[in-house]
Each structure stands twice: as C-alpha cells, then as structure tokens.
C-alpha cells in the first residue's frame, strides 16, 4: 500500500497557467516535506510543514497542510518553464522514528 | 561546499559483477541513506544509518549490504549483480531523524547487462 498518494501523476501546461498538485494519506503525519527533482539531478527540499492547516509560501509556490494532517497541496502562480520537474512529497512513517516515504511524484512539465 | 558527492555517475555491470557506490557528505550529517529511483516505483530505501559503525535496512535492502566505516561516507555494495538491480541511485543525508530536510547526491545511473 503507498502511503503517500499524489495526484496528477504528470501535467503539462502553459507558461503561465496556474495548477495545483496533491499529496494524499490515510494518514497522520507530524510534518511532511516537498522536494523538487531535475532531470539528472537528486531532489532538492523545497520546503517542510509541520502544523495542520499550515501555509507556506516560496515566491509562487504555496504550500498547504492539511487540517488533520493527512494531505498537503502544492499550488503553482504563473507557472514558468524553469518550474519545470518532479514534484515529491515524503513523509515519515510511525511519528518520525524512521526515514522517510516519498511519493511516486507529479512530473510537471511547462511549455512557454 | 560540496554537500553530497556520489561515485561513480554511471556504470555498465555484466550480470553477476560486483561493485562497490560510494557516499560522500561534508556537512557532518550523523544520518545517510541509499534510495534506488525507478520509473512508477519512486524512490525506495534499500539501507541507512543513524550514525558511524551502524546500519539497518529498508524498504528494498535484498541484494545489497551497506557500511558506514566513518562519519562521512556510506557504502553501497552489490556483491553480484542482477538486471532487476538496474536503476538510478540515489545517496542522501541529514543533519537528525525528525523534520530535518534530505540533502540528496545528483544520482548513479546504474545498468545490469
């Protein structure tokens, strides 16, 4: 069973459209990363949440976690060609005592 | 600052073969992982540890064995190799167990011929 579910698997859009990608769980978690993957590159942490409902923001990125700390979502402004990648979320199963779970990833892909 | 060097980048192994993935990190990360990346299967963690002199396996670990002989470096080793074994890997770090972020190596590309 994949414990962290995310949603699209892949998208393809317009330089400058807006989009929202999805990680999904039945479960709770503590906190939960967001990593960033180049073609030929590892990923790259791009940002941790940690409390229920919490939002982050990173220039155009804005990270929500869920309420119950079962989900989060990624959402994109304006997308750009260099947003181009993999998408990752991790996190830890059994309340941190272990390394963590990435999902399978959304791989974006922004045409100009 | 180099952050996570891994070598080699690429290899070509004859099934069988054995070979050795070296992990290198200078930031003084007390915890490293070996994750494999294959497509529709995302990132699995064969081994890790939580400190020098210690191991313990993942969620893949069959196939290979680890050592952390000093703070720095993580071996991964294939003693013989298998076409299932094909994939990119990946070497990771981080500075404790928790809510800390994974510093990632750039990946060896790795066939099994």
């Known amino acids: 069973t994949q414990l962290l579910e995310q949603s699209p698997q892949f998208l393809s859009i317009q330089e400058g459209e807006n989009l929202t990608v999805y990680c999904n769980s039945s479960s709770v978690f503590s906190s939960l990363q967001w990593y960033r993957q180049e073609p030929g590159e590892g990923p790259v942490l791009l940002v941790t949440v940690v409390t229920g409902g919490e939002v982050k923001k990173l220039k155009r990125l804005t990270f929500q976690f869920g309420d119950a700390r079962k989900d989060s979502s990624l959402h994109i402004t304006a997308a750009q060609p260099g947003d181009t990648g993999l998408y990752l979320c991790?996190?830890?199963?059994?309340?941190?005592?272990?390394?963590?779970?990435f999902g399978k990833g959304t791989r974006l892909s922004v045409i100009a | 600052n180099a952050g996570v060097t891994q070598t080699p980048k690429f290899r070509v192994l004859k099934t069988g073969q054995s070979m050795t993935l070296l992990c290198a990190q200078d930031m003084n990360h007390e915890y490293m992982y070996w994750y494999r990346q294959d497509p529709g299967m995302g990132l699995r963690l064969i081994h890790y540890s939580v400190g020098e002199g210690t191991t313990a396996k993942g969620e893949v670990p069959d196939g290979y064995n680890v050592s952390r002989l000093k703070k720095q470096n993580f071996l991964l080793g294939l003693e013989s190799a298998a076409p299932s074994q094909t994939s990119v890997y990946f070497c990771?770090?981080?500075?404790?167990?928790?809510?800390?972020?994974?510093?990632f190596g750039s990946g060896t590309r790795l066939t099994v011929v």
């Open positions: 991790a996190a830890h199963r059994n309340s941190g005592n272990t390394p963590l779970v």
């Open positions: 990771a770090s981080s500075y404790g167990r928790k809510n800390y972020g994974y510093t």
